[in-house]
């Protein structure tokens, strides 16, 4: 009876099978086979698989030998990056660059690391502390790799609930305009623009060496630095190889995303670069330093192809520090530089909008019915167009689902939010909380895009769309432009701004930026302008002018455009019909306007409609027609085209009062 107690108790449960053991056997478990691992490192060791091209590298034939791969082993592979690493991070007044080595200080090596200087020919300066310690490269890390690394080491990282990384650029949270400085020397004194109007603050080349060895000093000080050698420009005939050494792997994983992202096998091959950038943003230059004007300075040297950081943590720094010196190099190959937005049909027309904050640019170029070459920086070349990022850097304030899918849902593993207010238990992001700043960005790689257009080129554009939000309420809804006034609201880069209610001001504040993107343009605004008349003659393209502003009366009178108007306006672009409509010409501006447009009322195509007091309308037509001669005033002393005649042909194609 007992028996069968105990067997109804354990009724139910499967029954355990064992095999017996010899005699001579330990007893274990055999569910699985044992690690092979002794101690708790090795297990660590074991984790992890080493990963490394295994392409051979093609040398350079000698004359009149047969060309052959050459296999260079992955340690003779490893000590030449090191030893261009070590270059790039050398002083100018000493013996050796720094001795770098690969690898985490914090992870102990398998085995004892190797390490590699680089020696320069003229040593002023036999030793330094610096020369005497190793300096830990990160090179090339993967995103998951900086996420470690910032979230052990950085404070105010975090993974956020869709798993981006959240961080902040300290006090520095956007740009800093009037501490940009630029060499002048032989080489750019009459290439570039100096002067009223120009962006180009002007810097001697002995201050930018005193700000280049204290931004070197500073990173060879640190354990560890972070390096990216990656591309610019994805037209594989005109790319730009660029190395960013920075402290912080925010930095790391913010160009990560926003450069193009080199092959295992492109980067064996990757050489010198072509540009470096020295990223020492936690570390303040010497305000006692010549041309300095607070504790922040990004300097700008194109003789030598370098750009350095010091007092500001602020990403975008890099992005738009490397996107002025396209602005500079690419003209030079009669390539044009563009800030613009641009996407392509499925037909394979292309079109750029250019815009600045406000007028719709990321809006109207994002459409699911067409591919996203682009969100930002563009070039022109023979080729046709090409993005010359890799990746996209979206405003993130009021962000939502519904307004912006495509950005929402990007903001996922590898993305970098930069100073955005989260939930502390949830880890759920608060768009509309400015806490830290307005100016809350995500970056990402552009392949977060469904619709992106992989590689991100396309042929020449169809048409070139420049937006406007005109708050004053008297520019049509959409302009047809011959290429003299595309020339002329190119330069001007009109848009108006409504200024904050708190104080109680409502007036619209017109703002003019030079071929929309003042502060990144190295030459004059007219070469750019020629250049994009020239090519838009040659390859068939159309200016339009469109403004998503405002109508029947100015801001605080009139209403906003509706963006289902402008959405079928822009739909009539692309697919040429508006190119076939009626047109009549406008008053003091001179703009041709369509009689009709599918989807859009008539009655708002001619802004004169659309006001009840018809002198209030003349008068601010008036006063914006001023604003703007006023703005070009400062670009007629620049002389264009044979005997001037380009010039002249601008100057017409403004507003006549």
Avoid at 550 to 572: C, E, F, N, V
């Amino acid at each position: 009876m007992a028996s069968n107690g105990n067997e109804n108790r354990t009724s139910g449960l499967p029954k355990i099978q064992t095999t017996p053991a010899s005699q001579d056997e330990v007893c274990h478990d055999d569910s699985a086979v044992p690690v092979k691992a002794q101690t708790i490192d090795e297990l660590h060791s074991l984790q992890r698989k080493k990963s490394a091209p295994t392409t051979p590298t093609v040398s350079t034939p000698r004359a009149g030998a047969q060309s052959a791969f050459v296999t260079v082993s992955e340690d003779e592979r490893q000590k030449q990056q090191l030893q261009s690493i070590s270059a790039s991070l050398a002083s100018l007044t000493r013996e050796t660059g720094p001795k770098v080595v690969r690898g985490d200080p914090a992870q102990k090596p398998a085995e004892p690391s190797k390490h590699v200087s680089h020696h320069l020919v003229t040593p002023t300066i036999g030793v330094s502390d610096s020369a005497l310690k190793f300096t830990h490269v990160l090179y090339n890390l993967s995103p998951a790799e900086l996420y470690e690394q910032a979230i052990k080491y950085e404070k105010g990282s975090f993974i956020t609930s869709t798993g981006a990384l959240t961080t902040l650029s300290g006090a520095k949270t956007g740009r800093s305009p009037r501490d940009k400085r630029v060499v002048k020397d032989e080489l750019t004194e009459n290439e570039l623009w100096w002067g009223k109007g120009s962006p180009n603050i002007e810097m001697d080349e002995h201050t930018f060496l005193v700000n280049r060895e204290r931004a070197v000093d500073y990173l060879n000080s640190l354990d560890k630095v972070f390096v990216n050698d990656q591309f610019l420009n994805w037209d594989p005939q005109n790319r730009i190889k660029v190395r960013i050494v920075s402290a912080r792997a925010y930095h790391s994983l913010f160009m990560h995303n926003m450069c193009i992202r080199p092959t295992p096998e492109e980067l064996e091959n990757f050489g010198t670069p072509d540009f470096t950038i020295y990223n020492a943003g936690m570390f303040p230059c010497n305000r006692y330093t010549h041309h300095m004007t607070s504790s922040t300075s990004i300097d700008l040297n194109l003789a030598r192809m370098e750009m350095v950081i010091l007092g500001t943590q602020y990403a975008g720094e890099m992005k738009k520090g490397l996107f002025s010196v396209m602005h500079y190099l690419m003209p030079k190959r009669q390539i044009l530089s563009l800030h613009s937005g641009c996407n392509m049909g499925k037909d394979g027309d292309v079109a750029l909008f250019f815009g600045l904050s406000g007028t719709g640019k990321t809006t109207l170029s994002t459409d699911h019915n067409r591919y996203l070459i682009g969100d930002d920086e563009h070039c022109w070349s023979e080729n046709g167009v090409s993005n010359i990022e890799g990746g996209c850097y979206a405003k993130c304030i009021d962000l939502s689902r519904e307004k912006e899918p495509d950005i929402w849902n990007a903001i996922k593993f590898g993305t970098v939010l930069e100073n955005v207010v989260f939930d502390e238990h949830t880890r759920e992001v608060e768009y509309s909380d400015k806490s830290v700043t307005e100016n809350t960005r995500a970056a990402y790689p552009i392949e977060y895009i469904p619709n992106a257009k992989l590689p991100c080129v396309g042929p020449h554009p169809k048409n070139v769309i420049l937006l406007a939000c005109d708050a004053f309420g008297v520019l049509p809804p959409v302009s047809r432009l011959n290429l003299a006034q595309t020339m002329y609201h190119f330069i001007s880069g009109y848009t108006a701004l409504v200024a904050g209610t708190i104080d109680g001001i409502k007036e619209p504040t017109a703002t003019f930026s030079a071929c929309f993107g003042a502060a990144f343009i190295m030459l004059h605004p007219t070469k750019y302008a020629a250049m994009l008349a020239e090519k838009m003659q040659k390859h068939g393209a159309t200016g339009w002018l469109v403004n998503t502003g405002w109508s029947g009366g100015s801001y605080g009178s009139g209403s906003r455009m509706k963006l289902q108007y402008t959405r079928k306006i822009i739909d009539a672009i692309h697919s040429g019909t508006l190119l076939e409509a009626e047109y009549k010409k406008t008053e003091v501006f001179g703009l041709e306007i369509p009689t009709a447009v599918e989807g859009v009322p008539s009655e708002i195509l001619d802004p004169v409609n659309t006001w009840s007091d018809k002198d209030a309308y003349k008068e601010t037509l008036l006063k914006l027609a001023g604003l703007f001669k006023n703005n070009f005033e400062v670009f007629t002393s620049y002389k264009i085209g044979q005997d001037n005649k380009l010039t002249d042909e601008i100057l017409a194609a403004g507003p006549v009062f």
